[in-house]
């Protein structure tokens, strides 16, 4: 069965840190898409950024990293010098690959709240 | 991009009563749409599979009955909650599939504050 693991609840740091957020998943798909959104207080979803499993190179954008492993089943989101405004709660999520033109539902990861202090 | 309209963003209403959300695709047609249900400080937890025309799947433990989904276009999907208590109190969100040229992804909707008083 599918499942996402976002074992820190909730992460302070002072603002201009360097914060990494841990995701770890478990599915029995070969093909499958990671996701990680970010959840302002205000409740909408913002899309951060997509994976496919075959694509296993890290990504950067701007203060934004995030390093997939295969291996360890791992999808980690760092963010470098960290600015009060990322303060939210991040979401890991995992869908199955899209097969038969049908859409998969995500299965989310508990959340990490992250607080940046001034 | 594809947008997913969700209205209204905020609800009160008393115990007893029903409470519609809508969600709307703008831009593309949305055959399948997902409803999720997030208590506060909590994940997001799916509810229910809607396709265009066709009766919703529900996920365990969710109450079809209570949980109306109607998906009878290709723009518009929506949740009724039905005769409302407290413990329906919730943020609601949906999410609809799209496709575009190259590939595939999801969008979802701005959530709905439903508070049963």
């Known amino acids: 069965a599918q499942k996402v693991t976002q074992a820190q609840t909730e992460i302070s740091v002072v603002e201009k840190e360097d914060v990494t957020l841990d995701c770890v998943y478990e599915t029995r798909d070969t093909t499958y898409y990671l996701f990680w959104y970010k959840q302002p207080p205000s409740g909408e979803l913002v899309f951060l950024i997509r994976?496919?499993?075959?694509?296993?190179q890290n990504e950067i954008s701007g203060r934004y990293s995030w390093n997939f492993q295969k291996s360890t089943s791992s999808f980690n989101f760092t963010i470098t010098a960290s600015q009060v405004v990322d303060s939210a709660v991040y979401f890991c999520?995992?869908?199955?690959?899209?097969?038969?033109?049908?859409?998969?539902?995500?299965?989310f990861g508990s959340g990490t709240k992250l607080n940046v202090k001034p | 991009g594809a947008v997913v309209s969700q209205h209204p963003s905020r609800v009160i209403c008393k115990s007893g009563t029903s409470v519609k959300i809508e969600c709307r695709s703008l831009?593309?047609?949305?055959?399948?749409m997902f409803w999720y249900r997030q208590f506060p400080k909590k994940s997001l937890m799916l509810m229910a599979t809607?396709?265009?025309?066709?009766?919703?799947?529900?996920e365990q433990g969710v109450e079809k009955d209570k949980f109306l989904i109607n998906h009878a276009s290709l723009t518009l999907s929506t949740l009724t909650v039905t005769s409302a208590h407290p413990e329906d109190s919730s943020f609601y969100i949906c999410?609809?599939?799209?496709?575009?040229?190259?590939?595939?992804?999801?969008?979802f909707g701005s959530g709905t504050r439903l508070t049963v008083v």
């Open positions: 809607s396709n265009e025309g066709s009766k919703a799947t529900y």
């Open positions: 999410s609809a599939g799209y496709r575009g040229a190259l590939y595939y992804g999801y969008t």
């Open positions: 831009d593309f047609q949305a055959t399948t």
């Open positions: 999520a995992l869908s199955e690959a899209s097969i038969s033109n049908n859409f998969n539902k995500f299965y």
């Open positions: 994976r496919n499993s075959f694509d296993e």
